[in-house]
């Protein structure tokens, strides 16, 4: 395993926002495939945050200054909004009714929102505070917990 941190974390981005674009295209008379997709994203999104919470931010917390307090601060009510509001209410919503699209657009947005955020400020900070080789071995921690988290 060659991975590194940030390129894990990139590469779930990247699949995160193909399995949301799929969902957007999606139509109320494929309820069907609004669910299986919808709990795809959940699941990858879930074990996503986890192992950002749990290694990638308190290391950038640690390790920074006031800058990095605020963008972990920041982070972390970006991710409980959508783990604790947007997301359970998407789940509740029947996937063959109008609202579903709507609160699916809104979490699609609030995701690309976060990502960019994550790729242009929060990720160059950590590669800017952290040696390759501290990047490499939280990479190792990341993708051990992500099974944990996915099983
Ligand atoms: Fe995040
Ligand atoms: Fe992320």
Known sequence: MDKNAISLLKQEHEEV?????????????????????????????????????????????????????????????????????????????????NEFAGRAKVLKELLEHHIDEEESELFPDVEQLFEASQLKSMGEKMADLKQQYLH
Do not use: F, W
Not at 21 to 32: C, D, H, P, R
């Open 17 to 97: 926002k193909k399995l949301l674009n799929k969902l957007m295209e999606t139509s109320s008379g494929a309820a069907k495939t609004r669910t299986d997709l919808l709990e795809k994203i959940a699941t990858k999104l879930r074990a996503h945050t986890k192992i950002e919470e749990e290694i990638l931010y308190p290391a950038l917390r640690d390790a920074g200054s006031d800058k990095e307090k605020k963008m972990y601060h920041e982070a972390v009510e970006e991710h409980r909004a959508v783990e604790e509001l947007v997301l359970p209410d998407l789940e509740k919503t029947d996937p063959s009714s």
